[in-house]
């Protein structure tokens, strides 16, 4: 199989700016083009959006209003790791031979109609992802005796780390304390324990071995994809402290990449919520089952920044459809050397995870140069 990297990218200010989603999905796409001099609108043989907007037809519209007449036009929504569903598209069609160059684009506004889970019965009215992730921190602290204080630790480290992010939803940082006396919302959940839902565009640019040396010196690899869906609704994990499809999907990824945790030098995680990453550490390898929090305290008070050096799904903001394109984005950025001052030391090799529902579906991808 011919290899399949990424050769450009655009991405926008994560905000709470209230242009139409056309709008968005067209900056990111101009910011890439921009970063591509060497790229013609009719070297794209498809265009492929990723939003969770009821907006119809995106894909041509983006397509025509940027003067690209794709082979292939189609949008991808899968909630909140619509982006990474949207790259693995584009690799297989590249893969296969069915395209040699791919735009990605993914934008999402605030009131994105995603924010809400109108189609799991299970959950009774609690439709909105808080009810779940209130869930799962009530699990998590039970069976491994965390504190909140303990979990207030993860929105503190990323919104700092998010500061040296110029595209940041968040523009302050927060102590322990703000955390702890930030607005509850349920028992177990408080304000500025939540990513928040923003306007975001992110658009990358994917291509075949021979097509990326067109537009680029410094082409990351994909080396690495794994995915696993284990139902909609939430209720039927298996566990509520545990992430099973992140587990199945890093398994594929690093089988496929011919890696193990251990290699990662950069990895940005799904953290909607205060309790998703040390959760997703565990359930990826970095930690054992249980421990994910001795290692995100060990981060923070380290300064490493590793995880989520642009300040995750918390500190950067959450624009659902484009939040999977804007992690892989920062992880090419790692892998180029050039994420300036959050930059993490002789990054070679990265990851992404990405996660939709309550852990119900989840990607993994592995980069490299």
Same mark, same amino acid.
């Given at each position: 199989?011919?290899?399949?990297?990424?050769?450009?990218?655009?991405?926008?200010?994560?905000?709470?700016?209230?242009?139409?989603?056309?709008?968005?999905?067209?900056?990111?796409?101009?910011?890439?083009?921009?970063?591509?001099?060497?790229?013609? +609108?009719?070297?794209?043989?498809?265009?492929?959006?990723?939003?969770?907007?009821?907006?119809?037809?995106?894909?041509?519209?983006?397509?025509?209003?940027?003067?690209?007449?794709?082979?292939?036009?189609?949008?991808?929504?899968?909630?909140?790791?619509?982006?990474?569903?949207?790259?693995?598209?584009?690799?297989?069609?590249?893969?296969?031979?069915?395209a040699d160059v791919v735009l990605?684009?993914?934008?999402? +506004?605030?009131?994105?109609?995603?924010?809400?889970?109108?189609?799991?019965?299970?959950?009774?009215? @609690?439709?909105?992802?808080?009810?779940?992730?209130?869930?799962?921190?009530?699990?998590?602290? +039970?069976?491994?005796?965390?504190?909140? #204080?303990?979990?207030?630790?993860?929105?503190?480290?990323?919104?700092?780390?998010?500061?040296?992010?110029?595209?940041?939803?968040?523009?302050?940082?927060?102590?322990?304390?703000?955390?702890?006396?930030?607005?509850?919302?349920?028992?177990?959940?408080r304000l500025l324990d939540c990513?928040?839902?923003?306007?975001?565009?992110?658009?990358?640019?994917?291509?075949?071995?021979?097509?990326?040396?067109?537009?680029?010196? #410094?082409?990351?690899?994909?080396?690495?994809?794994?995915?696993?869906?284990?139902?909609?609704? @939430?209720?039927?994990?298996?566990? @509520?402290?545990?992430? #099973?499809?992140?587990?199945?999907?890093?398994?594929?990824?690093?089988?496929?990449?011919?890696?193990?945790?251990?290699?990662?030098?950069?990895?940005?995680?799904?953290?909607?919520?205060?309790?998703?990453?040390?959760?997703?550490l565990e359930s990826l390898g @970095?930690?054992?089952?249980?421990?994910?929090?001795?290692?995100?305290?060990?981060?923070?008070?380290?300064?490493?920044?590793?995880?989520?050096? +642009?300040?995750?799904?918390?500190?950067?903001?959450?624009?659902?459809?484009?939040?999977?394109?804007?992690?892989?984005?920062?992880?090419?950025?790692?892998?180029?050397?050039?994420?300036?001052?959050?930059?993490?030391?002789?990054?070679?090799?990265?990851?992404?995870?990405?996660?939709?529902?309550?852990?119900?579906?989840?990607?993994?991808?592995?980069?490299?140069?």
């Amino acid at each position: 199989m011919s290899k399949v990297g990424i050769a450009s990218y655009g991405i926008t200010k994560f905000s709470k700016d209230d242009s139409k989603i056309e709008s968005v999905l067209l900056k990111s796409t101009k910011k890439l083009f921009d970063n591509s001099p060497n790229l013609s +609108r009719n070297d794209i043989d498809a265009v492929l959006v990723s939003t969770n907007n009821n907006s119809k037809y995106l894909s041509a519209i983006l397509s025509e209003m940027s003067g690209i007449e794709p082979k292939i036009a189609h949008s991808i929504e899968s909630l909140c790791n619509s982006g990474t569903n949207a790259i693995v598209s584009a690799y297989s069609y590249i893969a296969s031979g069915l395209a040699d160059v791919v735009l990605v684009s993914g934008a999402e +506004r605030y009131d994105s109609p995603g924010q809400i889970l109108e189609w799991d019965n299970s959950r009774g009215e @609690f439709k909105h992802p808080i009810f779940w992730a209130s869930i799962f921190t009530k699990a998590y602290k +039970r069976e491994f005796s965390v504190t909140d #204080e303990e979990l207030a630790i993860v929105p503190v480290k990323n919104h700092k780390q998010s500061q040296n992010n110029p595209n940041a939803f968040s523009d302050k940082t927060y102590s322990l304390e703000d955390v702890i006396n930030s607005k509850k919302l349920t028992d177990d959940l408080r304000l500025l324990d939540c990513s928040r839902p923003c306007t975001g565009g992110a658009s990358i640019l994917l291509a075949s071995e021979n097509a990326c040396k067109k537009f680029t010196d #410094e082409p990351v690899w994909i080396t690495g994809i794994g995915q696993k869906t284990t139902s909609a609704g @939430f209720t039927k994990n298996m566990a @509520f402290s545990s992430m #099973e499809s992140t587990q199945i999907a890093a398994s594929t990824a690093f089988k496929m990449s011919k890696h193990n945790v251990n290699d990662i030098d950069v990895a940005e995680v799904h953290d909607a919520f205060s309790v998703c990453e040390p959760m997703a550490l565990e359930s990826l390898g @970095f930690a054992d089952k249980g421990t994910g929090m001795n290692m995100v305290k060990e981060l923070y008070t380290t300064n490493n920044s590793k995880i989520n050096p +642009r300040g995750g799904l918390i500190g950067a903001g959450h624009p659902l459809g484009a939040t999977g394109i804007a992690q892989t984005i920062e992880i090419m950025k790692q892998l180029q050397s050039c994420a300036n001052k959050r930059q993490v030391d002789n990054a070679k090799i990265g990851l992404i995870h990405n996660m939709s529902a309550a852990a119900t579906s989840s990607t993994v991808l592995v980069l490299e140069k």
